[in-house]
């Protein structure tokens, strides 16, 4: 059985360095064949994007009849990469391994500036590119996975029963890499929303506190660690995709992870259990028994840990 490696991951994340590393495996690259047909990297209009794409999957289905093929595009979209899987390769049975390129956005937005004019792109799209990553589920996009980093989200490898007697976020953060720390160092202000008079930390530490099971503690210390990239205004849009991101991360250094996918998952949907998990979404995401009892559970927890109006919930 062939495989095709899917990348995931905003600009400068290491996709097309990784890409050109496998050859002579069949490399196709979004990137390369924009320029091949449009002469720039710069016509990122609907059009031309479906050109790209509707063609980059004609190149490879007709690269697995010889081999494994790099797919290799920023790929964010969960719902799409499991369209990708499940229409593109249906008929092919090939292995899908998507590869998660992630590294600090700082580090991100540094090597962009020392691109080429011509392939630089706007900062705030890397930004929103960044947030807008949806970490991949076995099953659903996805065969197996694996996390492609140079950086570490902890300063040094940790075991399991170590995360679970941290008690507080700001125990996490004096564990994290100091390019971690830096990114995520705006969780300890005000929510700025009637709906949270508590501090952004407050919340997390609450939490934990109300968290009653391994899962749900776990869960607690990582859901709102994406707000401190996504607050515009009081609001968080997206931030349950760079909280999910920096889990997965964080639990490939973890001695003894257990129940990786069951609290990535629950993380990743935590903000859509505020408006209900439906059949269409449970469907959509192939959400097991076990999932939506620890999804439910935690958006009690959630809802629970907060204070208006100068009271706690």
Do not use: W
Request: charged fraction near 25%; glycine fraction near 6%; proline fraction near 3%.
């Amino acid at each position: 059985m062939n495989t095709v490696f899917i990348t995931i991951g905003a600009p400068g994340s290491g996709k097309s360095t990784f890409s050109k590393s496998m050859a002579p495996v069949c490399v196709v690259s979004s990137d390369a064949l924009r320029t091949e047909l449009f002469g720039t990297l710069k016509k990122q209009d609907p059009d031309s994007h479906n050109i790209i794409f509707k063609e980059m999957n004609v190149r490879l289905l007709k690269g697995l009849q010889n081999g494994d093929v790099v797919y290799d595009a920023t790929n964010l979209n969960r719902k799409r990469r499991a369209n990708f899987k499940r229409e593109v390769l249906k008929k092919n049975g090939a292995h899908v391994k998507a590869l998660i390129f992630t590294e600090p956005l700082k580090v991100l937005l540094a090597r962009n500036s020392k691109r080429p004019e011509e392939q630089r792109v706007p900062e705030d799209k890397i930004k929103q590119m960044y947030i807008n990553l949806n970490i991949p589920k076995l099953g659903l996009d996805c065969d197996t996975y694996a996390v492609m980093s140079k950086h570490s989200f902890f300063k040094k490898p940790m075991k399991y029963e170590n995360l679970l007697r941290l008690n507080t976020v700001q125990e996490l953060y004096e564990l994290m890499a100091d390019e971690y720390k830096d990114e995520i160092k705006n969780i300890f202000g005000p929510h700025d929303t009637p709906y949270h008079l508590e501090d952004i930390d407050e919340h997390i530490n609450m939490c934990i506190s109300n968290a009653n099971d391994d899962v749900s503690h776990i869960v607690a210390l990582f859901h709102d660690l994406g707000k401190s990239i996504t607050k515009e205004g009081g609001r968080y849009f997206g931030h349950q995709n760079v909280s999910a991101m920096y889990a997965m991360l964080a639990f490939q250094e973890i001695c003894g992870m257990k129940n990786a996918g069951l609290i990535l998952e629950t993380i990743y949907q935590h903000m859509q259990a505020h408006q209900g998990i439906s059949n269409k979404v449970i469907k959509r995401y192939n959400i097991t028994d076990d999932e939506l009892e620890a999804i439910s559970t935690f958006n009690v927890i959630d809802d629970e840990s907060r204070i208006t109006d100068g009271e706690q919930v």
